[in-house]
């Protein structure tokens, strides 16, 4: 249908997580918008598959739905927001922003855009509509929004949320790991996680001091079965950018059995290769019971928003105070969890 509007992504080379963030976005967009959407991303058709018709499609050069179709008549929405990746957010910032009505858009950053459109009002009725956010949530955003008495801190994490909300239920119904590889991914889990209290682990070692930070994950999880009061039938799954944090995390854990999925490792821009254990290792961590992540990573960031609950966090390369509960806190969105260049995860 020549007369329908369109949302392309533009791929950029950024790792699996960061592409995340500009599919979510593209498809955010084609809701509030009534459009379809074309995904250029062809290394990742063989592992997803979404409920969309024609979803990663490569159309001819003359086709209405290929980008280069008449280019001029292309909207180029911009990359990112006054708030992306910022430590401290601000309100004011985050929502006014929204997508102009146009029948050819193209989206090609890799922000956490999702979260500033979704924290505007003018979407709240769409994304009731779809079943992509709890009316509690909206209801406590109007709040924020409606009352001078609350604080910003607090308005603030209430708009994220809706965005927060949004990507879980995205990704649960459209990002679809397709049917073979999905049972391998089971297979895995039944095999080794299942039954057990698992505590997922998502070590960035570029963001990491390996002698003190790596302690302070262990000490972090130690923290998390007791506060459950779990210390049977406890497992830690390990992911990483790199297979050196098995032999760096030896010399810090006894009696806790470490598990690591299957394939690969490392990140997508290195190698296709990695694909396979890039996603497989992100599905079995938003299956964990608890997660703790890297600051600054949107890898774990984005498997915790499949699971629908914040993560806990360590931040890198940075002195912490004397109170030991510091070094182990949920996320929250404004001052979020950040890397050691004091970019937030989102």
Known sequence: NENKKIIF???YKVGYANKLYAILTS????????SALILDWPEIAQYINPPLIDVFTQFDDESHFNLNFKPKQNLIL??????????????KDLINNYVPNY???VYKGF??????????????N???????????????????????NMNELEKIERLYMIGFEVGSNLLNEFWLIKPSFLNEINSFYN????DYFVIGMQFRLEYLNEDDDIGRFVKCAEYIQRLNKVSNRVKWFVTSDSERIFKLLKKFTKGIEIVQGRGKIGHIIEDPHNYYRTIMDNELLSRSNEIIITGGSTYGFVASMKKGKLPYYIEGKREYEANKNEEC????????PRNPFNFNVI
Do not use: C
């Open 111 to 124: 922000a956490p855009y999702l979260f500033e459109l979704s924290a505007n009002p003018i979407y709240y």
């Open 126 to 148: 769409k994304l009731l509509e779809y079943g992509l956010v709890r009316n509690e949530t909206i209801l406590k955003a109007n709040e924020a929004l409606s009352n001078d």
């Open 329 to 336: 806190k949920i996320m929250t969105f404004n001052r979020g």
């Open 191 to 194: 095999d080794n996680l299942k």
């Open 103 to 105: 029948d050819r858009i």
């Open 9 to 11: 992504n533009e791929p």
């Open 27 to 34: 498809l955010f967009i084609a809701i509030i918008n009534d």
């Open 78 to 91: 911009p990359e990112e927001t006054e708030n992306s990746w910022k430590y401290e957010k601000s309100l």
